[in-house]
Structures are given as C-alpha cells and as structure tokens.
C-alpha cells in the first residue's frame, strides 16, 4: 500500500510562513501528480497547489504569490512553502498523490490521500 504521511502544520501569526511536506512511501513506480487541497471549517475542500511530473505547477488565485509548491523526486517527497499567510488560509491541508505502483508484478495506478495536517494563521 501507498501511504503519505505529512508534517510542518502549526499556528502561526499573521504574516508569517510554514512549510508542509509529505513523504510518500510503498511499492511506488511512478508519481505522476502531487497536490495539496485543503478545508477551512463549514467550507468545502478545495485544490491549493499542485505540481506534475515535468514541474508544472498550477494554483489557486487565492494563494498566487504567496505559496509554492515543489517536489523532490529522489524523495517521492512535495513541500508547500507557505508566506505571508492570512486569517483566510486557516484549514486543515490535505496532501493528494497519484501515480503507478507495483502488485504483485502488476503494475496500477493509484491515489492516495494524506490524513491532514492543521494550519492556524491567528494573532
């Protein structure tokens, strides 16, 4: 099984910067796309940043300028680099992850989803 596992969440300050990453690890063949999402209470989830396998990187209006998504290949690891953060960016980040694994000689594709990690941005 592909597992993620996620860090660097926390309270911080208006202004102020974290950065996430999340590390995949299993039977990995390939990771095709790498994406945060996140979820502000009473709110939907929505996409935050993704990042595909040649380093194109798409985001959210909301946070253009500010944060930045990036991956390490050697790593099966993504980071979001999150400045300048706001009030508005409090949520829980959910890491996304999909690629091609290896079962039993055959090769799948899968999609995995990280368990989350709390962001608070509050003075």
């Known amino acids: 099984q592909v597992q993620l596992v996620e860090s660097g969440g926390g309270l911080v300050q208006p202004g102020g910067s974290l950065r996430l990453s999340c590390a995949a690890s299993g039977p990995i063949l390939s990771i095709s796309n790498m994406g945060w999402n996140r979820q502000a209470p009473g709110k939907e989830r929505e996409l935050v940043a993704s990042i595909g396998p040649g380093d194109t990187a798409n985001y959210a209006d909301s946070v253009k300028g500010r944060f930045t998504i990036s991956r390490d290949n050697a790593k099966n690891t993504a980071y979001l680099q999150m400045n300048n953060l706001e009030p508005e960016d409090t949520a829980v980040y959910y890491c996304?992850?999909?690629?091609?694994?290896?079962?039993?000689?055959?090769?799948?594709?899968?999609?995995?989803w990280g368990q989350g990690t709390l962001v608070t941005v509050s003075s």
């Open positions: 996304n992850v999909a690629g091609k694994r290896v079962a039993s000689l055959v090769v799948r594709p899968f999609e995995v």
